[in-house]
């Protein structure tokens, strides 16, 4: 009979190789994608500004996609903190809403006034 070891060994062989593919996708594709955009907007327009801010806004979407686990870290981390630690009890008054203003008549109806 075989034992249990082969069956973790076999998870273990799709989760690295689901990690492997995770990193092409971000490096190879993206990159790809990263480079074609800067010289689609180059060829557009000739312009070697617009290239580079456009290199510079793909940097920083390369840099969140990279940065990723990061973030999601830290927002799980933000989501489960007590924030009420430390703080004092704090009263929220309800106020009515003010009646609306009375529609006064428009010029030409008031007393004194000729039209």
Request: hydrophobic share 50%.
């Amino acid at each position: 009979m075989y034992s249990t070891s082969l069956a973790v060994g076999i998870l273990d062989d799709f989760t690295g190789m689901g990690k492997d593919i995770k990193t092409l996708l971000t490096v190879v594709v993206l990159g790809i994608i990263y480079v074609g955009s800067i010289g689609a907007t180059w060829a557009a327009t000739r312009s070697m500004l617009k290239a580079f801010v456009a290199a510079i806004g793909g940097a920083i979407v390369m840099g969140v996609i990279a940065s990723q686990t990061v973030l999601t870290n830290k927002t799980a981390e933000e989501l489960k903190k007590d924030h009420t630690v430390g703080q004092s009890v704090r009263v929220v008054r309800v106020v009515d809403v003010p009646e609306p203003v009375a529609f006064t008549a428009p010029a030409a109806e008031r007393p004194g006034r000729h039209a």
